[in-house]
C-alpha cells in the first residue's frame, strides 16, 4: 500500500503546522476524511481551538466543536503523521525583507520529528527556492534523514481569500508540486480528498512558489494603478469610481478599485519576489514603484482627511474623527499590517482625537500590536469629519441619515429647539449642512446622495 492509500485507511495521518487563517480550514477540511494532527506553536491558541472557539472566524465556533482534529502543541505528537503541511505565517521586517524565522522554526521543528517515508508540503507563500534551499537544509539537518531518499517535499500554495465564504478552500483548483513524479502523485491525491475544484499540478516546485508570489504580486500592481489614478483624478475633480465605471464597460478594461492595501499577503508577497530578484542582481521597478504608492496611500487619505476639514472650516488640533472599519479588508477580524492604522497614525500626529468602530476588528490583536482600543457606534457623537475605511457587511446598513447625526451641529439642529432656531438662523442652518465631512473610502455610500444631504464628500 502506498502513502496516499495508507492516509485514506487512517493507517498514517496528516499533520497541519501551524493552524491559523489557513491551516485551520486546511486542518477542518481533512479531517472530514481522514486522521489529522493540528500541531501550532501557541499554546493559547490550541486552548481556544480545544474548547471549540475559533478566532480567525474562518471556520466557525460549531464547525471546531464538532472537528476530529487532534489539536496538540506538543511537538512530539508530529512523528505519528507521515504526510505534513506547514502553514506558518511568511511576514517581513520593518526593512521590508523576508522574515523566515517562523518557517525555519517550523522546519527545525518538523525536522526534529520526521520519520522516514514522509512527505512535508509547505503552504506558506514565499519567494522560489525557499522550500529546496532553505527548508530542507533544516529538515535533513534535524532529522539526520536525507531527502530524496528518505523523505520528500513538495510545495502547493494557498489560494484562500479570508472573509470569503465563495472562494473557499474546496471551490478553488489548489496547485500543487512535487521534487519527483511521485510525490506529485501523491500530494495531488492527497489533496484532492478536500479540494472539490481539483488540483494543477506544477512543472515544478520553484513554479509553484513564484505562481503564488506573482498572483499577489498582480493584484498589488493593478490596485497601485487605480489608487494612482484615484490621487490623479482627484487633483482634476474628476469622481475616480464614475471613471471606472465608463472605463469599465470595455471588454478588457480590468476591474479593479482604489484601497488601502494592507494584511500580510498582498502587501507583503510582492516584497517576497523583489529581495530575491535583488540578490540575482536585478532592481525591481514595477513592483517596488506599486508598493510605494499603496504603503502611502493611509498618509494620502489622511492628508485629504485634513485638507477637507480645513475647508469646512474645522479646527484640527483637537478634532475629533471617527473611523470606521479598521480591519485590513471587509468582514475579517484580522487586523495585521492594517493601513487603516496608517490613516489613525497621521492623523493623531494632527492633534486629532480619533475613535474607531469596527464590529468585525479582533480586539485582542488591535490592543497588543497597536494599542488602540475601540469605540462604539454609539459613542460616536460630536464629530468633525467620519471616515468609513474598510466596507463591513454592517456598516453597509448604515443610513447617511444615521452618519448625520454623528456631527455636533445635527444632535442640536433635530433637537426640537434648534429645529426652531435653525428655522429662523442662517448660522446654525449652514453650519448643520456645511460642515459634515464624509470620507467615503470605499465609496459605500451614493455620492450624489451625500451632495444632495450636504455632505462634505470624498472618497478615492
Ligand atoms: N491568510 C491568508 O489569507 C492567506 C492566503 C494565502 C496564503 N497565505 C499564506 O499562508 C501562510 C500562513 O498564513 P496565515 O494567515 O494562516 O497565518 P496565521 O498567522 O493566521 O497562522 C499561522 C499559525 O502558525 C503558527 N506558527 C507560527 N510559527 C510556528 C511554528 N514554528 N510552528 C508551528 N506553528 C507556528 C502561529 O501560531 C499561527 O497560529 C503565510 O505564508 C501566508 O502568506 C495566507
Same mark, same amino acid.
Given at each position: 500500500?502506498?502513502?496516499? =492509500?495508507?492516509?485514506?485507511? $487512517?493507517?498514517?495521518?496528516?499533520?497541519?503546522?501551524?493552524?491559523?487563517?489557513?491551516?485551520?480550514?486546511?486542518?477542518?477540511?481533512?479531517?472530514? $476524511?481522514?486522521?489529522?494532527?493540528?500541531?501550532?506553536?501557541?499554546?493559547?491558541?490550541?486552548?481556544?481551538?480545544?474548547?471549540?472557539?475559533?478566532?480567525?472566524?474562518?471556520?466557525?465556533?460549531?464547525?471546531?466543536?464538532?472537528?476530529?482534529?487532534?489539536?496538540?502543541?506538543?511537538?512530539?505528537?508530529?512523528?505519528?503523521?507521515?504526510?505534513?503541511?506547514?502553514? +506558518?505565517?511568511?511576514?517581513?521586517?520593518?526593512?521590508?525583507?523576508?522574515?523566515?524565522?517562523?518557517?525555519?522554526?517550523?522546519?527545525?521543528? &518538523?525536522?526534529?520529528?520526521?520519520? %522516514?517515508?514522509?512527505? #512535508?508540503?509547505?503552504?506558506?507563500? /514565499?519567494?522560489?527556492?525557499?522550500?529546496?534551499?532553505?527548508?530542507?537544509?533544516?529538515?535533513?539537518? =534535524?532529522?539526520?534523514?536525507?531527502?530524496?531518499?528518505?523523505?520528500? +517535499?513538495?510545495?502547493?500554495?494557498?489560494?484562500?481569500?479570508? *472573509? @470569503?465564504?465563495?472562494?473557499?478552500?474546496?471551490?478553488?483548483?489548489?496547485?500543487?508540486?512535487?521534487?519527483?513524479?511521485?510525490?506529485? @502523485?501523491?500530494?495531488?491525491?492527497?489533496?484532492?480528498?478536500? /479540494?472539490?475544484?481539483?488540483?494543477?499540478?506544477?512543472?515544478?516546485?520553484? /513554479?509553484?512558489?513564484?505562481?503564488?508570489?506573482?498572483?499577489?504580486?498582480?493584484?498589488?500592481?493593478?490596485?497601485?494603478?487605480?489608487?494612482?489614478?484615484?490621487?490623479?483624478?482627484?487633483?482634476?475633480?474628476? @469622481?475616480?469610481?464614475?471613471?471606472?465605471?465608463?472605463?469599465?464597460?470595455?471588454?478588457?478594461?480590468?476591474?479593479?478599485?482604489? *484601497?488601502?492595501?494592507?494584511?500580510?499577503?498582498?502587501?507583503?508577497?510582492?516584497?517576497?519576489?523583489?529581495?530575491?530578484?535583488?540578490?540575482?542582481?536585478?532592481?525591481?521597478?514595477?513592483? &517596488?514603484?506599486?508598493?510605494?504608492?499603496?504603503?502611502?496611500?493611509?498618509?494620502?487619505?489622511?492628508?485629504?482627511?485634513?485638507?477637507?476639514? !480645513?475647508?469646512?472650516?474645522?479646527?484640527?488640533?483637537?478634532?475629533?474623527?471617527? !473611523?470606521?472599519?479598521?480591519?485590513?479588508? =471587509?468582514?475579517?477580524?484580522?487586523?495585521?499590517?492594517?493601513? #487603516?492604522?496608517?490613516?489613525? %497614525?497621521?492623523?493623531?500626529?494632527?492633534?486629532?482625537? +480619533?475613535?474607531?468602530?469596527?464590529?468585525?476588528?479582533?480586539?485582542?490583536?488591535?490592543?497588543?500590536?497597536?494599542? !488602540?482600543?475601540?469605540?462604539?457606534?454609539?459613542?460616536?457623537?460630536?464629530?468633525?469629519?467620519?471616515?468609513?475605511?474598510?466596507?463591513?457587511?454592517?456598516?453597509?446598513?448604515?443610513?447617511?441619515?444615521?452618519?448625520?447625526?454623528?456631527?455636533?451641529?445635527?444632535?442640536?439642529?433635530?433637537?426640537?429647539?434648534?429645529?426652531?432656531?435653525?428655522?429662523?438662523?442662517?448660522? +446654525?442652518?449652514?453650519?448643520?449642512?456645511?460642515?459634515?465631512?464624509?470620507?467615503?473610502?470605499?465609496?459605500?455610500?451614493?455620492?450624489?446622495?451625500?451632495?444632495?444631504?450636504?455632505? #462634505?464628500?470624498?472618497?478615492?
Amino acid at each position: 500500500m502506498n502513502l496516499y =492509500e495508507k492516509i485514506v485507511n $487512517k493507517e498514517e495521518k496528516i499533520s497541519i503546522v501551524g493552524l491559523g487563517y489557513v491551516g485551520m480550514p486546511i486542518a477542518v477540511a481533512f479531517a472530514k $476524511k481522514v486522521e489529522v494532527i493540528g500541531f501550532d506553536v501557541s499554546k493559547p491558541k490550541i486552548e481556544l481551538y480545544k474548547n471549540g472557539i475559533d478566532p480567525t472566524k474562518e471556520v466557525g465556533n460549531e464547525v471546531i466543536k464538532n472537528t476530529t482534529v487532534d489539536f496538540s502543541s506538543d511537538e512530539a505528537r508530529l512523528r505519528e503523521a507521515k504526510f505534513h503541511i506547514v502553514a +506558518v505565517p511568511t511576514p517581513v521586517k520593518d526593512d521590508h525583507t523576508p522574515d523566515l524565522t517562523p518557517i525555519e522554526s517550523a522546519s527545525r521543528t &518538523l525536522g526534529r520529528n520526521l520519520t %522516514k517515508g514522509s512527505i #512535508v508540503v509547505f503552504e506558506s507563500t /514565499v519567494y522560489p527556492g525557499v522550500t529546496e534551499d532553505i527548508c530542507v537544509p533544516i529538515l535533513e539537518r =534535524e532529522s539526520g534523514l536525507k531527502c530524496g531518499l528518505d523523505f520528500k +517535499v513538495g510545495y502547493s500554495p494557498e489560494r484562500i481569500n479570508p *472573509g @470569503d465564504k465563495i472562494h473557499r478552500l474546496e471551490t478553488i483548483i489548489k496547485v500543487v508540486a512535487g521534487q519527483d513524479e511521485e510525490t506529485l @502523485d501523491t500530494a495531488a491525491k492527497v489533496y484532492e480528498l478536500v /479540494v472539490d475544484a481539483g488540483v494543477y499540478k506544477a512543472a515544478s516546485i520553484k /513554479v509553484a512558489e513564484a505562481a503564488k508570489v506573482i498572483e499577489n504580486s498582480q493584484r498589488d500592481i493593478n490596485i497601485a494603478f487605480m489608487n494612482e489614478l484615484s490621487i490623479i483624478f482627484n487633483k482634476m475633480g474628476i @469622481d475616480t469610481k464614475s471613471v471606472l465605471e465608463a472605463a469599465g464597460t470595455k471588454w478588457n478594461f480590468l476591474n479593479f478599485s482604489p *484601497g488601502l492595501v494592507g494584511g500580510h499577503c498582498i502587501g507583503v508577497d510582492p516584497y517576497y519576489l523583489t529581495y530575491k530578484a535583488e540578490q540575482m542582481g536585478y532592481h525591481s521597478q514595477i513592483i &517596488l514603484s506599486g508598493r510605494k504608492i499603496n504603503d502611502d496611500m493611509g498618509k494620502y487619505v489622511a492628508e485629504s482627511t485634513v485638507k477637507k476639514m !480645513i475647508k469646512a472650516n474645522k479646527q484640527i488640533n483637537g478634532a475629533k474623527v471617527a !473611523i470606521f472599519g479598521v480591519t485590513f479588508k =471587509e468582514n475579517c477580524p484580522d487586523v495585521r499590517n492594517t493601513k #487603516v492604522v496608517d490613516v489613525i %497614525k497621521e492623523l493623531e500626529e494632527y492633534g486629532i482625537d +480619533v475613535k474607531v468602530v469596527d464590529p468585525s476588528a479582533d480586539k485582542e490583536d488591535l490592543w497588543n500590536e497597536y494599542r !488602540i482600543k475601540l469605540s462604539e457606534i454609539e459613542d460616536i457623537k460630536d464629530m468633525d469629519a467620519v471616515i468609513f475605511a474598510v466596507p463591513h457587511d454592517e456598516f453597509k446598513a448604515i443610513q447617511l441619515e444615521d452618519v448625520k447625526m454623528m456631527f455636533e451641529s445635527n444632535r442640536y439642529i433635530n433637537s426640537e429647539y434648534m429645529n426652531e432656531v435653525a428655522a429662523t438662523s442662517d448660522f +446654525v442652518i449652514g453650519k448643520s449642512r456645511k460642515d459634515c465631512v464624509l470620507m467615503d473610502l470605499k465609496g459605500i455610500f451614493n455620492r450624489k446622495d451625500a451632495d444632495d444631504k450636504g455632505f #462634505v464628500y470624498w472618497r478615492l
